[in-house]
């Protein structure tokens, strides 16, 4: 599957406006830990490998450069295919111990809130998320999922359209990991800003 996906900073009467007439669908609290080497060898090239609770996820971008009308990415979650992605042939039972002795480690830990609705063929999520040093922030993001690429620019489109008739405005939102990169990891934001991962 691939996800296409758009982050949003709302206002107020935005939210208010974009799930008035969605259906909520639960609401859930979860701790992600995100991974990569020293010389951030994962992240540069958009591959974002977390755990989330005690499940490991790996998403890996579809799309090219930062310049893009939405995000999207291809999301495994097997933990033999994050294997075969990541090249970890050690198989100790344990993928964090493997992913350590190749020197991928954790970067970042994070806690979400995350307030989930249906509008449509759409996901809308609105997130508080809480920092290890109690800092929080928040966010929302409008995805749908498609399941070939050829499906993705109208995708693209409908999240615009569907964001653009609830007042939402088109500006650059960083997301809860690079956030937390701005404030405490400076040196790990310039990699990402000269592999043109992201906007500087």
């Not at 009467?13 to 991974?35: G, M, N, P």
């Not at 294997?83 to 993928?95: A, N």
């Not at 992913?99 to 830990?109: D, E, K, M, R, T």
């Not at 290890?132 to 620019?153: G, H, K, N």
């Amino acid at each position: 599957m691939i996800e296409i996906e758009k982050k949003f900073r709302l206002t107020d009467i935005q939210r208010e406006s974009l799930v008035k007439d969605a259906d909520f669908v639960d609401e859930k609290t979860f701790t992600d830990i995100y991974y990569d080497t020293a010389d951030y060898r994962l992240t540069t090239q958009d591959i974002w490998l977390r755990r989330r609770d005690d499940a490991f996820e790996l998403k890996v971008a579809v799309h090219f450069g930062y310049d893009r009308p939405a995000d999207q990415y291809d999301e495994i979650t097997d933990e033999k295919a994050i294997r075969e992605k990541l090249s970890i042939k050690t198989d100790s039972g344990d993928l964090a111990l493997d992913l350590a002795a190749q020197g991928i480690v954790p970067f970042v830990a994070c806690r979400t809130t995350r307030r989930k609705y249906r509008k449509d063929e759409f996901n809308i999520d609105l997130d508080l998320v809480q920092y290890q040093d109690d800092s929080t922030y928040t966010l929302a993001e409008i995805e749908r999922m498609v399941t070939e690429q050829s499906e993705v620019p109208q995708a693209i489109e409908h999240i615009h359209a569907l964001a653009q008739s609830h007042g939402c405005t088109f500006e650059p939102v960083r997301g809860k990991v690079v956030e937390f990169l701005m404030h405490h990891r400076p040196e790990h934001l310039q990699a990402l800003i000269s592999a043109g991962v992201i906007c500087g």
